[in-house]
T-cell receptor
């Protein structure tokens, strides 16, 4: 079966750095997405990786290793507004997204 | 641009009642999707459409029907609601690019409770 694993919850301090991991086992691979979802709101797109390596976008970076079935989202200079759930999703061989359950990130002052 | 909009935002139904959720997008996207989101679980695909007049089943289609009569609209119907259909429903749309960069854009969600 297809499976996306990510930690349920993480806590970090304002101004610090946090890394959210995602491991996956899917039938085929056509890219990995990270979305941010604030409580009670819709998911919003953060990043897309299809090749191995690091993609940097401001304070957020996403890394992919296809051979290991592994990705991480790195958030730097954490702000209180970064408190949200972070969703990892993989596009499978049918070009459908398989979603992880999400990681709830709590930022403390 | 409004992006993706959903109607209604909240709804409470009694078991056995029917309802239709409406999704509209103004980005001229070909693909549209209906998901449900439950606590502790990832988004699960109910039905999707790859173009006007087409629909296909996703991971959890039972108890739901859909229609895509116009490119900009995607309707989700519940014929006979059950408590197990209590959930948050999200609509999304995307434009296929042929390279997998089919970023999905989401509506604000409909919070449905079935008593």
């Amino acid at each position: 079966g297809q499976n996306i694993d990510q930690p349920t919850e993480m806590t970090a301090t304002e101004g610090a750095i946090v890394q959210i991991n995602c491991t996956y086992q899917t039938s085929g691979f056509n890219g990995l997405f990270w979305y941010q979802q604030h409580a009670g709101e819709a998911p919003t797109f953060l990043s897309y990786n299809v090749l191995d390596g690091l993609e940097e976008k401001g304070r957020f970076s996403s890394f992919l290793s296809r051979s290991k079935g592994y990705s991480y989202l790195l958030l730097k200079e954490l702000q209180m507004k970064d408190s949200a759930s972070y969703l990892c999703a993989v596009m499978d061989s049918n070009y459908q997204l398989i979603w992880g359950a999400g990681t709830k990130l709590i930022i403390k002052p | 641009n409004a992006g993706v909009t959903q109607t209604p935002k909240f709804r409470v139904l009694k078991t056995g009642q029917s309802m239709t959720l409406l999704c509209a997008q103004d980005m001229n996207h070909e693909y549209m999707y209906w998901y449900r989101q439950d606590p502790g679980m990832g988004l699960r695909l109910i039905h999707y459409s790859v173009g006007e007049g087409t629909t296909a089943k996703g991971e959890v289609p039972d108890g739901y029907n859909v229609s895509r009569l116009k490119k900009q609209n995607f309707l989700l119907g519940l014929e006979s609601a059950a408590p197990s259909q209590t959930s948050v429903y999200f609509c999304a749309s995307s434009q296929p690019g042929g390279t997998g960069t089919d970023t999905q854009y989401f509506g604000p969600g409909t919070r449905l409770t079935v008593l």
